[in-house]
Every structure is written in structure tokens, then in C-alpha cells.
């Protein structure tokens, strides 16, 4: 996954500094390159501090985008290239707006994922299309017939398509990815190469891999220290931006 002018690049990664991810950054990062990635998107829930470790870690050829997943009342967003996290709970236009402040991306994970916090449960995501920068048609860890109705989804509003992980476990990371030409080091450079026609690669996570995903909540959970995610009630690290645990 090499040359010619191209970007390999997954939009959608965790590290432990997600509340259902033991993954180290520095691992992530070096997986990453070892796998021909040239851009990586770490997105973990409401935290950044995982992603600036990865990206101080990540070696040559390597680029690390400093990302988010944010949850919103309407269901989940990515934000990319932010440098503050953006909190929960907020509606999905106020989310996009703060994302905007910051110059940031933003784009919609999983719309039609019965089992996460997706946007595609309400019918008013149509009025986000205008609003946002792309829509994941293939997510590695998504079942069913949702990665087919993000797709229709894409194409029925003009929305450009990807290819992510969204890799919980360290075997996870780029196995799906999207092939970008230009540069998508830069916002400027991703909304580019996002309007130039993506080529999606996809790839499917192991059953194996997902089953580590309720394992990594225990995990947290007996580490924590009480903050709460609201997603599950679990406690998480109690400074958004602080050290890992």
C-alpha cells in the first residue's frame, strides 16, 4: 500500500484511551505503518490524549490525525484534525458547529449499525448530509445490511464514501482502508482527496476481535476512576486530555 502519488488511510481507530479499547497508541501507530498505512485517524470517544500519543510515536511515513468520536443526542459523529475534545451530549448540529470552530472535519460513523449509538435511527440524518464531509459506506465491525444503506445513503446526498477499521484491537487496525489521491495531511488536503473519487478497500474484523470489545469494558472498568461514560454507564479516566492510564 505504497506510492504513486496516493494516501492509504483509515479515518476511524481507538486506543485504551476509549473506554472499550486496550490498544496502546504507540502499538496502533507502529501496526499501522507495518501495514502500509500513510494516514491514520485515531478517534477515540471524547478524548485526545490517546491520539497524541500515537502521533508523537508514529513512525516515518506514518501521519496521525488527531480525531474524536463524539456522542451526540441523534447518535455518534467522527471529528478530525480538532485540538480540544468536543463533550458529549450535545445535539448533532452543535457538535458539527464546535467541530467547525476549530477547523475541524467531520463525518458520520456506522449510520446503520443496530447496536451503537448510529444517527441512521432517526430519520432527520438526511438533514445532516449538508453538514458534514463524508459517511463510512464500510465499517470492518459492522453486521447486517448497514454498510449497503450507508452507502445508498452516500450516494443518494452527494456524500463522499470510506473504507475504516474502526479497530478496537491491535489486529484490527487497517483491515479495511480508503486509497486517497493527494495529500490528507491537512484538512484542506483531506476535503480534496475526499472529493476525487475515494477507492474503498474493505475488510471485515474477525468475530474474535469484537468479542474483546465487551473484555476491554471490564478491563476499564476495573480500572476506573470514576468518570462515566455515556454509552454504558462504565467509568472512564476523569481528564479528557490527561496521560493514559
Given at each position: 500500500?505504497t506510492?504513486?502519488?496516493?494516501?492509504?488511510?483509515?479515518?476511524?481507530?481507538?486506543?485504551?484511551?476509549?473506554?472499550?479499547?486496550?490498544?496502546?497508541?504507540?502499538?496502533?501507530?507502529?501496526?499501522?505503518?507495518?501495514?502500509?498505512?500513510?494516514?491514520?485517524?485515531?478517534?477515540?470517544?471524547?478524548?485526545?490524549?490517546?491520539?497524541?500519543?500515537?502521533?508523537?510515536?508514529?513512525?516515518?511515513?506514518?501521519?496521525?490525525?488527531?480525531?474524536?468520536?463524539i456522542?451526540?443526542?441523534?447518535?455518534?459523529?467522527?471529528?478530525?484534525?480538532?485540538?480540544?475534545?468536543?463533550?458529549?451530549?450535545?445535539?448533532?448540529?452543535?457538535a458539527?458547529?464546535?467541530?467547525?470552530?476549530?477547523?475541524?472535519?467531520?463525518?458520520?460513523?456506522?449510520?446503520?449499525?443496530?447496536?451503537?449509538?448510529s444517527?441512521?435511527?432517526?430519520?432527520?440524518?438526511?438533514?445532516?448530509?449538508?453538514?458534514?464531509?463524508?459517511?463510512?459506506?464500510?465499517?470492518?465491525?459492522?453486521?447486517?445490511?448497514?454498510?449497503?444503506?450507508?452507502?445508498?445513503?452516500?450516494?443518494?446526498?452527494?456524500?463522499p464514501?470510506?473504507?475504516?477499521?474502526?479497530?478496537?484491537?491491535?489486529?484490527?487496525?487497517?483491515?479495511?482502508?480508503?486509497?486517497?489521491?493527494?495529500?490528507?495531511?491537512?484538512?484542506?488536503?483531506?476535503?480534496?482527496?475526499?472529493?476525487?473519487?475515494?477507492?474503498?478497500?474493505?475488510?471485515?474484523?474477525?468475530?474474535?476481535?469484537?468479542?474483546?470489545?465487551?473484555?476491554?469494558?471490564?478491563?476499564?472498568?476495573?480500572?476506573?476512576?470514576?468518570?462515566?461514560?455515556?454509552?454504558?454507564g462504565?467509568?472512564?479516566a476523569?481528564?479528557?486530555?490527561?496521560?493514559?492510564?
Open positions: 500500500m506510492g504513486g502519488g496516493r494516501a492509504f488511510v483509515d479515518l476511524h481507530c481507538h486506543t485504551r484511551a476509549s473506554f472499550d479499547s486496550l490498544s496502546s497508541p504507540a502499538a496502533v501507530a507502529r501496526l499501522a505503518a507495518e501495514r502500509g498505512l500513510t494516514h491514520l485517524a485515531i478517534t477515540d470517544h471524547h478524548r485526545l490524549d490517546g491520539a497524541l500519543e500515537a502521533r508523537a510515536a508514529a513512525p516515518p511515513g506514518l501521519t496521525v490525525i488527531v480525531g474524536e468520536e456522542r451526540t443526542r441523534a447518535g455518534d459523529l467522527i471529528a478530525l484534525f480538532v485540538e480540544r475534545p468536543v463533550p458529549p451530549g450535545l445535539s448533532a448540529v452543535e458539527i458547529e464546535a467541530v467547525r470552530e476549530q477547523g475541524g472535519l467531520v463525518g458520520i460513523p456506522h449510520p446503520y449499525d443496530r447496536f451503537r449509538g444517527l441512521g435511527r432517526d430519520a432527520a440524518i438526511a438533514s445532516l448530509a449538508p453538514l458534514v464531509d463524508w459517511v463510512e459506506g464500510h465499517n470492518a465491525r459492522l453486521v447486517g445490511r448497514g454498510n449497503e444503506r450507508a452507502a445508498e445513503f452516500g450516494l443518494q446526498n452527494g456524500l464514501r470510506v473504507a475504516v477499521s474502526d479497530a478496537h484491537t491491535l489486529v484490527e487496525v487497517g483491515v479495511a482502508y480508503t486509497i486517497l489521491a493527494g495529500d490528507p495531511s491537512t484538512a484542506a488536503g483531506l476535503l480534496g482527496a475526499l472529493a476525487a473519487a475515494p477507492e474503498i478497500v474493505p475488510g471485515r474484523a474477525s468475530y474474535v476481535a469484537r468479542l474483546v470489545t465487551p473484555v476491554a469494558k471490564v478491563v476499564q472498568r476495573m480500572r476506573g476512576n470514576g468518570r462515566v461514560h455515556p454509552d454504558d462504565l467509568p472512564r476523569a481528564a479528557d486530555t490527561g496521560t493514559d492510564r
